[in-house]
C-alpha cells in the first residue's frame, strides 16, 4: 500500500525556521517525484515543490524560492522541506505528494499519492 507521511510541523515565529519530512512506504520511491503543496484556509492548494526521482531536477514556486529547499535521501525514503525565513502568509497545511511524472508540470498535475498533511503556522 502507498504511503506518504509528513511531519515537522509547528507554530513559529516570523523570520524561524522549521524542517518537513515526509516519509514513504509501499512503493519504489527512487522511481518517484515527490512533490510538497500546501492549504491555506479559504484559499486553493498551492504547489510549493517539486523534486525528481534521482534529485537532478528541481522546481519552486515563486512565492518560496530563496527560502524553502527540497532535497530527499533515497536510501532513506525520504524527503525535506527546509523552510527558513519563514512569513505569516506560508500559514498552511503541507502536503507531500508523489506520482511518475517530471516535475516541470508538478503544479498542474493531480499526483496520485497524497499524505495526511501537517500544520505550519506561522505567527507573532
Known amino acids: 500500500q502507498y504511503r506518504l507521511a509528513e511531519s515537522g510541523g509547528g507554530l513559529v515565529q516570523p523570520g524561524g525556521s522549521l524542517r518537513l519530512s515526509c516519509a514513504a512506504s509501499?512503493?519504489?520511491?527512487?522511481?518517484?517525484?515527490i512533490a510538497w503543496f500546501r492549504q491555506a484556509p479559504g484559499k486553493e492548494r498551492e504547489g510549493v515543490s517539486c523534486?525528481?526521482?534521482?534529485?537532478?531536477?528541481?522546481n519552486y514556486a515563486d512565492s518560496v524560492k530563496g527560502r524553502f529547499t527540497i532535497s530527499r535521501d533515497n536510501a532513506k525514503n525520504m524527503v525535506y522541506l527546509q523552510m527558513n525565513n519563514l512569513k505569516p502568509e506560508d500559514t498552511a497545511v503541507y502536503y507531500c505528494?508523489?506520482?511518475?511524472?517530471?516535475?516541470?508540470?508538478?503544479?498542474?498535475?493531480?499526483?496520485?499519492?497524497w499524505g495526511q498533511g501537517t500544520q505550519v503556522s506561522v505567527s507573532s
Open positions: 505528494a508523489a506520482d511518475l511524472i517530471p516535475c516541470r508540470s508538478y503544479q498542474q498535475y493531480n499526483f496520485g499519492t
Open positions: 509501499g512503493f519504489t520511491f527512487d522511481y518517484y517525484a
Open positions: 523534486i525528481s526521482s534521482n534529485g537532478g531536477d528541481i
